[in-house]
């Protein structure tokens, strides 16, 4: 298993922008796809954005394509989100999710194995 441990939510102004970090330790070493997902009160989670190894198979979802950015370090230790130009509907609870092997494929909450905590993000006008 992998344990992920996600840091930097809050409240921020709209228009701002956040910065949300995952550490991953455990059975990382084989190739992994680690992604974002946001969920707001009574919905399920909805993915934002995925990252493979070596930082393949970038993916972004709408709302958040062209404002967001994912990336990883060299290890591949610690993902990070960052949304640029929030937005009030951009709040809610993200949480950083693992799943082995490439992201190719792996579209929903149901295809990521292991979860983070969460944080909880909260813009404001």
């Known amino acids: 298993r992998v344990q992920l441990v996600e840091s930097g939510g809050g409240s921020v102004q709209a228009g701002g922008s956040l910065l949300l970090s995952c550490t991953a330790s455990?059975?990382?070493?084989?190739?992994?796809?680690m992604a974002w997902f946001r969920q707001e009160e009574g919905q399920r989670r909805a993915r934002v954005a995925r990252?493979?190894?070596?930082?393949?198979?970038?993916d972004y979802k709408y709302p958040f394509r062209g404002r967001a950015t994912i990336s990883q370090d060299s290890a591949g230790k610690t993902t990070t989100l960052k949304i640029d130009n929030l937005r009030r509907d951009d709040s809610g609870v993200y949480f950083c999710?693992?799943?082995?092997?490439?992201?190719?494929?792996?579209?929903?909450?149901?295809?990521?194995?292991?979860w983070g905590q969460g944080t909880q993000v909260t813009v404001s006008s």
């Open positions: 999710a693992h799943a082995p092997g490439e992201c190719w494929g792996k579209v929903g909450e149901a295809d990521f194995h292991d």
């Open positions: 455990g059975d990382t070493d084989t190739g992994n796809c």
């Open positions: 990252i493979g190894t070596g930082g393949a198979d970038i």
